[in-house]
Every structure is written in C-alpha cells, then in structure tokens.
C-alpha cells in the first residue's frame, strides 16, 4: 500500500510539475503571440512608411525632372536673349556711327550755311 500511496504522491508531484511547465510555456506563449503581434504591426507600419517614401521619391523625381526642363528651357532663352543682345549692341554701335557722321554732316552744312549767308550779306552791301 505504502507503494501505491508512494506512486500516487510521485504522480501527484508529477503532475503539478507538469502543470508548472505548461502554465510557463502557455505564458511564453502568450509573450511571443503579443511580440509577433508587436513585429507585424512594426511590419505593417514600416509597409506604410516605405510606400509614402516610395510616393514622395515619385513626386520629387517629377519635380526635380520638372525643374531640369524648366532650366534647360531658361538655358535656352538665355542664349536666345544673348544672341539678341549681341545683335542689338551692334545695331547700337552702327546708329552711334550714323548719328555721328549725321552730326559731322549737319555741323559741315550749318559751317557752309554760315559761309553762304556772310557772302550774301557781303554781296548785298
């Protein structure tokens, strides 16, 4: 009887050392349900992040390819505007050149008019 009584109180330790175990690993469980759940949503935010910083690089690189063609468009005019003032700067020294002349012109003709008016004055004395 002794061993019977002996065996049971074996098994009883037994069973509460099982009982033991498997309320621990029922609460490692539970840690490692709650971390995965903690790791997916982690996860799923991380997702969220990269497809905005995904949309945000499309969007820049539209803008930065906006601005490259927008300059190029500005190099272009540029040129242009550089091209017209240069033919406009030579325009500019052909009128100074003709304005000169035209005054050399004009002060030749007052001299000639001077001189003609002193030698019709001259004849009619």
């Given amino acids: 009887m002794l061993s019977i009584l002996h065996r049971l109180q074996l098994t009883d330790v037994t069973r509460q050392q099982i009982e033991q175990e498997l309320n621990m690993v029922n609460r490692e469980k539970v840690e490692i349900i709650e971390q995965f759940q903690q ?8 997702a969220e992040d990269l497809v905005a ?3 945000d690089i499309e969007r820049l ?5 906006r601005l490259n063609k927008e300059k190029e468009e500005l190099t272009k005019e540029r040129g242009n505007l550089v091209v017209d003032l240069t033919g406009t700067e030579r325009d500019n020294q052909t009128l ?8 050399a012109e004009k002060e030749a003709l007052e001299t000639n008019l001077y001189e003609a008016q002193n030698i019709i004055g001259q004849l009619e004395v």
């Fill in 39 to 46: 790791m997916t949503r982690l996860k799923n935010t991380l």
């Fill in 53 to 55: 910083a995904k949309k």
């Fill in 61 to 65: 690189s539209e803008h930065n390819a």
């Fill in 96 to 103: 100074n050149s003709t304005i000169g002349a035209l005054r």
